[in-house]
């Protein structure tokens, strides 16, 4: 199976590489979503406002869905989902899945039932052209037994990541968008091997991106999470570059077996180092000290006539030691 046809085949099942470094970005680190919703949704939450992620699987009448992302915050409930390629019908699986969403958190009030959309957009990790900003479909609501109609668009926003250079990701923290990024230079990994231009500019793109990458989890001191991208990093960029191996050697190079230094780890071992360095200070001095106490005691029994054998007895040490002590 070729590379276009095993991509083909993981979309049509709907699980591919794309969707689950992102689940498992969202599970594992879901602070980095918190950027994301600020940006989408007009909020200024803090990067350490607490992400509760909502369980992602839902019952319908047409069998169980599985959602992307839902998060809890502050009491709103926040779903988004990622798509690697354009869907034709995502406009309604949005609908269906915000309306599990809402469904399963469902509130009585003042004998009223209550429930609450989330707050929804759509990842695109590819786009054309022709990709739109916002996914509509209008919805008509029968209201009342006179018969009454009332309308609305759905609305979702669509966030086309493609679209973000790598500064703005790092202006805005979209740290999020870093292991994806590289899918822009997809229809170029060809072209790279005849065009030295190219390759040296999607390779100095990510040097940037590591450095970039190195300086802002330095500054929080946040060690695991630079290894967390640099592994999702490196997970898309091998599985994109699958059949490109001088590429992804080169960019394993670049982002492989860097280790990010903390500058709180510098310390630790800077301490240590001035507590061995103290440590063997006070050590020379104690055995010094030892030393010098334990040739006074053999002198001194030495010059009231005792035997190198009675003075190593009492001592504790070799005979050979004694006469050592006192021919010094």
Not at 51 to 60: D, K
Not at 171 to 188: G, T
Not at 256 to 264: A, F, I, P
Not at 273 to 294: A, F, S, T, V, W
Request: aromatic fraction near 8%; include cysteine.
């Amino acid at each position: 199976m070729d590379k276009g046809k095993k991509r083909e085949t993981e979309v049509a099942v709907g699980n591919t590489i794309f969707d689950d470094v992102f689940r498992t970005i969202v599970e594992r680190i879901p602070q980095l979503v918190i950027p994301l919703i600020n940006e989408v949704f007009c909020t200024d939450y803090p990067e350490d406002e607490e992400a509760v992620p909502i369980h992602n699987e839902h019952q319908t009448k047409s069998g169980e869905i599985i959602t992307d992302s839902c998060l809890l915050i502050r009491n709103h409930l926040y779903h988004i989902e990622c798509q690697s390629h354009p869907d034709t019908v995502m406009a309604v699986r949005m609908i269906e899945y915000d309306f599990a969403i809402a469904l399963e958190n469902v509130v009585q009030k003042d004998g009223m039932y209550e429930m609450e959309f989330p707050r929804s957009c759509t990842l695109y990790l590819r786009d054309t052209k022709n990709t739109p900003d916002e996914l509509q479909v209008k919805v008509h609501f029968r209201n009342g037994t006179a018969g009454g109609q009332e309308s609305i668009v759905y609305t979702t926003p669509i966030i086309k990541v493609k679209r973000y250079t790598k500064d703005e990701i790092f202006q805005k923290k979209l740290l999020l968008f870093l292991p994806f990024y590289i899918m822009r230079y997809e229809n170029s990994f060809r072209k790279m091997h005849e065009d030295s231009k190219l390759m040296e500019q999607f390779l100095s793109e990510y040097e940037d991106i590591r450095i970039g990458l190195e300086n802002e989890c330095t500054k929080e001191k946040k060690v695991a999470l630079y290894t967390d991208l640099m592994e999702f990093i490196i997970k898309i960029s091998d599985y994109m570059l699958e059949s490109e191996k001088e590429l992804r050697e080169r960019i394993g190079e670049i982002m492989g077996g860097q280790v990010l230094k903390l500058r709180s780890e510098e310390l630790r071992e800077e301490g240590l180092e001035e507590g061995m360095e103290k440590g063997m200070e006070k050590g020379m001095e104690k055995g010094m000290e030892k030393g010098i106490q334990l040739a006074k005691q053999v002198l001194l029994l030495y010059g009231k006539g005792k035997t190198p054998e009675m003075i190593a007895v009492e001592a504790g040490i070799s005979i050979e030691k004694v006469k050592e002590i006192v021919s010094e």
